[in-house]
């Protein structure tokens, strides 16, 4: 699933392309992808994006925001396997449309901007009065589902406010409505880094451990941007490049081969519902209270 370094990089790619550019026609192959409090007037809103020009591309946790003139706005949420991507019509029949394009933003000059998605668990929230700059108000009066802050914006103070609960950790760092970014992967990478098991209750977390977490969510946030992301199956850049961090991955998907740390094999095991990926001599579990 497309996490925060993915979507920042999918913004990073479009934003010179697209911003200044006038919609010409809006296609939408698969109506159902269509939510927010126009779902059953799509059509209609999406004509009104005609002509309108892309002010802005953004993101906001794992959500990509195209704004226009007018203050209308596309909020996309990728599910599993969303992904954008811009074609080079240049290349001529190997360029086609590809097979799972649910929407097509065509541009006056020629540029198109399709959303492509598989397993078509991606939504597409047409919203009216959005401000680029604050815009979590309008989502959620919307029905989008509430965000705490971003990862990387966070300091200790801010970042030990949610971790007061017996939850188990990991739990917690991908619980967007209380740190908006992380998901499985950089959740999993996170909690080697700083030597910490996932089933901890993050109120157990010292003072010192909390701030070493956050230093390396931050830092395994920042590296994989850097590299494109991280792709296993489906995520590719618009430009249709996969991501290099997963050359970089030090525990995800290692299961049974030595830790770069120690060299015990890699473990996988469930956590908070989620396959999760430890080092057990690095991240010591938490003892079991006695009967």
């Given at each position: ?31 159902r ?14 004509a ?14 794992k959500r990509?925001i ?45 540029t ?27 989502m959620?009066?919307a ?6 802050p ?29 740190i908006?970014?992380?998901?499985n ?21 010292t003072?010192?451990e ?22 296993f199956s ?23 081969e030595?830790?770069?740390?120690c ?5 996988y ?13 690095c ?6 209270r006695?009967?």
């Open positions: 699933m497309p996490e925060l370094p993915e979507v920042e990089n999918m913004a990073l790619g479009l934003r010179p392309v697209l911003v200044g550019k006038r919609v010409a026609s809006v296609w939408v192959g698969t109506p992808v269509i939510r927010g409090p126009y779902r059953r007037h799509w059509r209609a809103f999406l009104e994006l005609t002509g309108r020009r892309i002010q802005s591309v953004s993101r906001r946790a990509l195209l704004a226009t003139e007018g203050s209308l706005a596309l909020v996309f949420q990728l599910g599993m396997t969303g992904k954008f991507l811009l074609p080079n019509r240049e290349e001529g029949p190997a360029a086609a449309t590809p097979k799972h394009t649910r929407l097509i933003l065509s541009f006056r000059d020629g198109e901007l399709l959303f492509v998605d598989p397993r078509r668990f991606g939504r597409v929230w047409c919203l009216r009065d959005l401000d680029p700059k604050a815009p979590d108000a309008t959620e009066a029905g989008l589902t509430p965000l705490g971003e990862a990387l914006d966070l300091n200790p103070k801010t970042f030990a406010a949610p971790l007061q609960t017996n939850r188990p950790i990991k739990s917690l760092l991908l619980d967007q409505g209380r908006a970014g992380l998901g992967i950089y959740a999993d990478e996170s909690l080697w880094a700083a030597c910490i098991h996932p089933a901890r209750a993050g109120s157990s977390l003072i010192a909390a701030a070493t977490l956050l230093r390396e969510i931050q830092k395994v946030l920042r590296r994989a941007i850097r590299a494109g992301g991280t792709t489906d995520f590719r850049s618009v430009y249709g490049d996969m991501g290099r961090f997963r050359d970089r991955l030090k525990v995800y998907g290692r299961q049974g030595p830790c770069r740390r060299g015990t094999p890699i473990q095991l469930r956590a908070s519902g989620r396959g999760t990926h430890i080092c057990p001599r991240q010591v579990a938490p003892r079991r006695q009967a």
